[in-house]
């Protein structure tokens, strides 16, 4: 072999790897970006019936947050130990601001309890406060101080989210609500759910934060397409 055929096999060689490398990136790093990325265009396309029927059922359980009888925008699957998730619900209370009529978000959990381990009791803990009508209170309370919080805390952070049936409490905590999270997790996989928090909405099913002007967008368009 010459050195200009030994020259040539090496760089297609080189552009071989080059398209796998960048191949792995896009399907690891850029699938969140390309959906936020291409939701203008999406946002506008007419909701079909499959989407429509697809955000009813994953609304249809879980809790809700936001003004009592104000339509679903969103369905949000959430880890409490997720830096992310934080920071959505800090963009979803700008958001509420700016969008001009109410609605509420309904709450989907999926913790990832590999890197989160406290993550799944803290679902449990939210899901138990729920059932004495503490939901909302709980939810905001973990995320004030969920990426500190130990097992044996699931009590106090009750007490501070003005749960008063605390024996009520404490048995649906022992008993890990494991329904719910099956439930959910179910749910999760039917959109093919890749890390939290995930937003779906009528038209879209977003992985990641988007900005606050895109998430007001979302928010009207899915409100406008009830």
Known sequence: MNTTERAGRDWSTLLVNLSIAVAMLTVAGGYA???VADSD?????PVSEL???RFDSLAS???RLGPVG???ALVVFTDYQCPSCQKFEERLAEVRVLVEHPFTVVIRHAPLSRIHPQARGAAVAADCAGEVDRFEAMHNRL???GSSVKAEEWSRLGDHAGVRDSSRFARCVAAGAPSVLARDSIAAASIELRGTPTLVSRQLVVPGVP???ELARMIRKSLESQ
Not at 41 to 45: C, Y
């Open 70 to 72: 104000a339509p679903a």
């Open 51 to 53: 989407a429509s029927a």
């Open 61 to 63: 359980a879980g809790y």
């Open 211 to 213: 900005p606050v002007e």
């Open 143 to 145: 995320f004030e101080d």
């Open 33 to 35: 970006l390309k959906l």
């Open 41 to 45: 265009r999406d946002l506008d396309t």
